[in-house]
């Protein structure tokens, strides 16, 4: 019975570390415009981007929008720019 507890225990603490590693998230913001991203970028410097976490909010008396798109860039001036 024991060693059924130990192995179970041993397969949930396996499930949550791997759930945990294949999370990487985030909101990236250039200006007032963010989009969310699932992969874990070095953005160009150029790019003037800013990465927070995922639960990240501005704050009460800023204004930001969301403008979503695929792929790997970043917005810069109301366009997509590819990296």
């Known amino acids: ?5 130990l192995s179970a225990a041993a397969i949930g603490a396996g499930v949550i570390v791997a759930s945990t590693f ?3 998230a985030a909101i ?9 991203t699932h992969e874990a970028y070095d953005f160009p410097h150029e ?8 639960n990240w909010h501005w704050g009460p008396r800023e204004r930001y929008s969301f403008r979503e798109h695929e792929g790997r860039g970043y917005w ?4 997509w720019v590819v990296w």
């Open 22 to 24: 294949g999370a990487s």
């Open 47 to 54: 790019a003037g981007v800013v990465v927070h976490e995922d």
């Open 28 to 36: 990236v913001c250039q200006g007032h415009t963010c989009w969310h």
């Open 1 to 5: 019975m024991l060693r059924k507890i």
């Open 76 to 79: 810069r001036g109301g366009r």
